[in-house]
């Protein structure tokens, strides 16, 4: 599953860390979630998604083979 | 939950993983020790006793351990949670293909290596592979 959480945090101008501390996870939870390698849940998921005004659909991609 | 506890809950599974490491060289030199010097004193007392409680005393010093964390088993975080269960599975698996190993082969070094060393090397395996699980998963 692909995501564009990377682009939004940039384009918002937010660190890791920044994004991290407002939806309270850890860093690494962020930077392994937007390199692919942690699948979050849905609350994590959702809470990106209200954080950056937009839709869990529109920061996640599902693959052909997920 | 305050974003100062997933702070502390970063850091302690990062010197939980470095102190599982170390404690796994210290109880893999406490078994070679003996074999390499062919004796049956292992240097408890005048090496690794010394080097444990100044390696705890370090931990505690760097606030990586709280108390409060001692005796919790998960943590609070979903990724440090994930990581940590995964690291326990590869603990386990590679404990057994180590345990596999020395029941196909134990009769080639039965008569050198005690029982007692057996049990340092089987905490070594578990130690090693939770700490190099925790610290390959936790990279950036």
Redesign the interface.
């Known amino acids: 599953m692909q995501n564009q959480i990377a682009q939004y945090r940039k384009q918002a101008g937010l660190s890791q860390q920044q994004l991290?501390?407002a939806i309270?996870?850890?860093?690494?939870?962020i930077?392994?979630v937007e390199t692919s390698r942690?699948t979050?849940?849905v609350i994590?998921a959702l809470k990106i998604a209200h954080y950056f005004n937009t839709s869990v659909e529109s920061l996640f991609v599902l693959e052909l083979d997920d | 939950m305050k974003q100062q506890d997933i702070k502390t809950e970063e850091k302690f599974i990062s010197h939980n993983a470095w102190f599982s490491i170390f404690m796994a060289c210290t109880f893999l030199f406490a078994g070679v020790y003996p074999i390499l010097k062919q004796t049956n004193t292992a240097p408890w007392l005048s090496t690794v006793g010394p080097l444990l409680f100044i390696t705890i005393l370090i931990i505690f010093i760097a606030k990586g351990f709280s108390l409060s964390r001692l005796f919790v088993f998960t943590y609070k975080d979903e990724f440090l949670n994930t990581i940590d269960t995964l690291a326990y599975k590869h603990s386990g698996i590679a404990l057994s293909f180590f345990i596999g190993g020395v029941y196909t082969t134990s009769d080639r070094f039965a008569d050198s290596v005690s029982h007692a060393t057996m049990a340092m090397f089987y905490i070594t395996v578990m130690l090693l592979v939770y700490g190099i699980s925790i610290l390959w998963q936790s990279r950036d």
Do not use: G, Q, Y
């Open positions: 991290a501390d309270n996870v850890s860093r690494k939870t930077s392994t942690f979050p849940s994590i």
